[in-house]
């Protein structure tokens, strides 16, 4: 038979884990293909690019989506076990397919498919979009999956890597001058920040100071923290600052910055992989897709 499509793996893939036992991503892969009877023309498949085989990106997104609802937890990269929700779905008789419109009962998912979208898509399944609508929809998809791969990866580097991570994401931005001077104004790593004062522009006219937590994503930097940030730049008679976290600011953080007459920047982890996303920073291309229009003006006699 032909390769699935990733919601039809989604059912088979929970239940080969029912068992509660870690599973790492290359044992699903061989399990859902015995499960599904399928040949060796249907394993080696490849997409259109030839960069992948259909079948391990179908089962890695149907991995993603029971991630995202919370069926599944990742242990570490491409490991993960079965959770109690997810346990819970299997004991429910009535329930014999996994699909996005079962799995938008759950907000973790919900956020996961319309993060960053104004208002909720609830077509996510019926398809009635055109197909710009379509294209922009699974490119935020994309897009927001990458965005958490990328925070999972920098929690596990060293405090050092994210030091360089930061110089390399602020001069690729135009500030610091360059990647040499920039590591040269940030200060040695302490409690998983680093802390320094970079150019504003190439020759310097103007400084910023920089603070940075590398912090666990079910954490909130708060209104205290921010207030020992603004403290030091009184002590070092500075007028602005950027304050960079792999984690979330608490609204007070948010409200407090905005009732002083110090300019701050406030970058949380959606908004530091955003930059990272826009300004090339631990990300390549992976394809690039060009549509076109006719050209009217050809035609013209």
């Known amino acids: 038979m032909a390769v699935p499509g990733y919601q039809d793996f989604m059912y088979p893939f929970l239940n080969q884990m029912k068992d509660g036992k870690e599973y790492k991503l290359q044992e699903i892969y061989v399990l859902l293909a015995k499960h599904f009877r399928l040949t060796d023309d249907d394993i080696t498949e490849l997409l259109p690019s030839g960069k992948q085989t259909l079948l391990h990106n179908r089962i890695g997104w149907a991995r993603t989506y029971l991630s995202k609802a919370g069926l599944i937890k990742v242990l570490r990269r491409a490991v993960f076990n079965i959770t109690d929700e997810g346990l819970k779905v299997l004991a429910d008789t009535s329930v014999n397919r ?43 998809i994309l897009k927001n999956e990458l965005q958490d791969m990328i925070l999972e990866k920098i929690l596990e580097c060293s405090p050092a890597f994210f030091e360089r991570l930061v110089v390399d994401l602020i001069v690729a931005m135009g500030y610091g001058g360059s990647v040499k001077e920039a590591g040269k104004a940030i200060g040695k790593s302490g409690d998983e920040g680093i802390d320094g004062i970079i150019k504003e522009d190439v020759l310097g006219l103007d400084m910023i100071y920089l603070q940075a937590k590398r912090w666990n994503l079910d954490s909130k930097v708060s209104r205290p923290e921010i207030q020992k940030f603004v403290g030091s730049l009184v002590g070092k008679k500075a007028s602005k600052g950027i304050f960079i976290t792999t984690t979330k600011f608490s609204k007070d953080a948010r409200n407090y910055v905005e009732s002083i007459d110090k300019r701050v920047i406030l970058i949380d ?15 390549s291309n992976e394809d690039i897709y060009i549509t076109k229009k006719i050209d009217l003006d050809f035609f013209e006699e």
């Not at 959606?270 to 090339?280: A, G, K, P, V």
């Open 269 to 283: 982890g959606q908004e530091l992989t955003d930059l990272m996303f826009t300004y090339n920073i631990g990300v």
């Open 98 to 140: 996994i699909d996005n419109k079962y799995l938008s009962r759950y907000q973790s998912f919900n956020q996961f498919i319309n993060k960053n979208v104004d208002k909720p898509n609830t077509d996510v399944v019926e398809n009635n979009r055109t197909p710009w609508e379509i294209i922009e929809q699974n490119y935020n």
